[in-house]
């Protein structure tokens, strides 16, 4: 729904379509020439050129907005703080350190959560499971390296309310 669209073909067919597009999120700048015998991990790359720098402005104004919001209360990077919120569907802004796992369980009965060192039989990988939440609320995710994210910890979350 907010996904970048970069277009890929012959140039003049570029307008016809802006013309008749009606998606919001479509990219100026599109990929030219006949895209025909091109490979897809050819095109994706030149995709990712295109956006990436949109990507990185939007972590960036995220990672601005959890420091703003850091003594009122409306952001954590305390786990036990995160995934129940995620949970529940109150995360705006996701940040998840790539490669960092955090086994335990949650428990939404009791809203209590068991973290362990090493995974047990039970347990998930909570920042993965923070993840998912998040996005099946509407959230955003951001999946940075581990020195990237907030205060550095494994995941930090900007809170809806």
């Known amino acids: 729904k907010r996904a970048p669209l970069v277009l890929a073909g012959v140039e003049y067919l570029f307008p016809i379509y802006r013309e008749a597009n009606t998606y919001q999120h479509l990219i100026d700048e599109g990929i030219t020439g006949n ?3 091109a490979k897809p991990e050819e095109l994706q790359a030149q995709a990712w050129e295109i956006v990436e720098p ?3 402005k939007s972590q960036q104004e995220a990672i601005d907005h959890y420091r703003e919001l ?3 209360g409306r952001s954590s990077s305390n786990i036990k703080e995160a ?3 995620a949970y529940y569907g109150r995360i705006e802004e996701l940040f998840v350190a790539v490669g960092v796992q955090q086994w335990g369980s949650f428990n939404p009965d009791t809203n209590t959560i068991d973290l362990h060192a090493e995974a047990e039989p039970g347990d998930e990988d909570l920042l993965n499971s923070a993840a998912i939440q ?3 609320n509407g959230g955003t995710v951001y999946a940075v390296e581990p020195d990237q994210v907030p205060d550095e910890a494994p995941l930090a979350a900007v809170f809806r309310y």
């Open 35 to 37: 895209p025909e015998n």
């Open 54 to 56: 949109l990507f990185l």
């Open 70 to 72: 850091a003594q009122t």
């Open 83 to 85: 995934v129940p919120a």
């Open 134 to 136: 998040t996005i099946l």
